[in-house]
């Protein structure tokens, strides 16, 4: 009873302290609540394919108006991707068209030239009369694709492969139409119609084979934001427990409480509590942010699974690991800006490490492995388990334990650090 009652008396000395700077404490609320709401609502359709997603506006000039520069029209109007926008008659030229894609007012800029079509069905007529030499054959039509030079190749990328492929289905197109007419004029009627001499459909459409394996499923922003910054706000309280531990130390009041008949665990569980307390309602208020405040802004609703038990488990596992991690470093540090420099820095470094500036989904093979050795990766995979997966306490088990094992290694060190202060 003696102990517990030491325990609970360093427990409200550590709350009385936290409860004095009710400004910094605020921020510990506040700063996590933002990010999350304003990454999660910027980042909306970088994370999803639908048709309000990440849309371009292109604009086409269509000098030409029939086959292919109707069917490039077709193609792109119809993409999810792409906001079409098509220039009038007088059309203009290509300095024009070129001065309004750098100065933001497009993304891409396809321009087809007049006659684009005759000039291709010449040039197919041509490549099946060997009487005429390459250089009397009619030029390639050439359609222009002007691209802001700020986008990435991806995206450059995709807009070639759509146009190349509607070019090559015009070109098999032309030229069987033309090889038909040869063989009309030569066998009359019993000649094969254009369509019969195209190339037979051998093979299906390739279909999404894992599109319903929840395993390889993506997390949407908000399924990535909101457990990232929530894992990120509870470490960042290696700033302020750091600093609080200095403080004490250099006041001295840290070696009064030592000079006491006190065990060491009890000192630890002191500092422990509180913060365990707060990490929780960061966790409880970042959540009910992501399921109620997100949707009214526009953004996502987040779905929290079927395993509250779960959630509470990671997010204990987290919280400790995230206490044990600021007790080492304030344990190492001998001033508090030591300790506020060395915190914020490795916090950050760990942090972007372990995918919660950068997901990991996007990173190369080689940092996706070096991710797993960040115990912030180990709490946002179990918060991606949970709410993107729908998965269960049994599968949040491994990360937990990770998480556990991290927190009793520092806590372990930092305990035999402060095991020297007192002699």
Not at 35 to 47: E, G, Y
Not at 177 to 182: G, M, P, S
Not at 250 to 259: I, N, P, V
Not at 382 to 387: I, M, P
Request: glycine share 8%; aromatic share 8%.
């Amino acid at each position: 009873m003696i102990v517990l009652r030491l325990l609970f008396t360093a427990i409200a000395k550590e709350t009385r302290l936290i409860l004095r700077d009710l400004h910094a404490l605020a921020i510990l609320f506040v700063m996590p609540v933002v990010f999350v709401t304003i990454l999660s609502l910027a980042l909306r359709d970088v994370f999803t394919e639908r048709a309000g997603g990440v849309a371009f506006d292109l604009l086409i000039v269509n000098q030409d108006s029939q086959l292919v520069g109707n069917r490039l029209d077709t193609a792109f109007s119809g993409d999810k991707h792409f906001r079409v926008k098509r220039a009038a008659a007088p059309f203009p030229d290509l300095a024009a068209v070129t001065a309004d894609v750098d100065a933001g007012r497009y993304k891409f800029a396809l321009v087809i030239p007049a006659q684009a079509t005759a000039q291709a069905r010449r040039r197919a007529t041509e490549s099946l009369d060997s009487t005429i030499t390459t250089a009397k054959k009619t030029a390639p039509v050439e359609i222009q694709l002007i691209a802001d030079p700020a986008l990435r190749a991806d995206h450059r990328s995709m807009v070639t492969a759509i146009a190349s492929g509607v070019l090559r289905g015009i070109e098999s197109e032309l030229v069987a139409e033309r090889v038909a007419a040869l063989l009309k004029s030569a066998l009359g009627e019993n000649a094969p119609a254009a369509g019969r001499l195209a190339s037979p459909t051998l093979f299906a459409d390739i279909g999404n084979t894992n599109a319903a394996n929840k395993s390889r499923a993506s997390p949407t922003s908000v399924q990535q934001n909101v457990p990232a910054w929530t894992v990120l706000a509870m470490f960042f309280l290696a700033v302020p427990l750091s600093v609080t531990f200095i403080r004490e130390r250099a006041q001295g009041s840290l070696q009064r409480l030592q000079s006491m008949p006190v065990p060491g665990w009890v000192l630890l569980g002191g500092k422990i509590a509180p913060y365990l307390v707060i990490n929780q309602i960061q966790l409880a208020l970042i959540l009910t942010v992501g399921v109620y405040g997100l949707p009214l802004l526009g953004g996502d609703r987040l779905t929290l699974g079927h395993a509250p038990e779960a959630i509470a488990v990671l997010g204990i596992s987290t919280s400790l690991a995230a206490i044990g991690f600021s007790l080492l470093i304030a344990s190492f540090a001998r001033t508090s800006e030591q300790a506020t420099t060395f915190s914020a820095v490795t916090v950050l470094v760990l942090a972007a490490l372990g995918g919660i500036m950068v997901p990991k989904l996007v990173m190369p093979p080689f940092m996706q492995q070096l991710a797993g050795f960040s115990p912030f990766s180990w709490g946002l995979d179990g918060f991606l388990e949970l709410f993107v997966r729908d998965g269960g306490l049994a599968d949040v088990l491994p990360d937990a334990g990770r998480l556990l094992a991290f927190a009793a290694v520092c806590l372990t060190v930092a305990g035999l650090r402060f095991a020297r202060y007192r002699q």
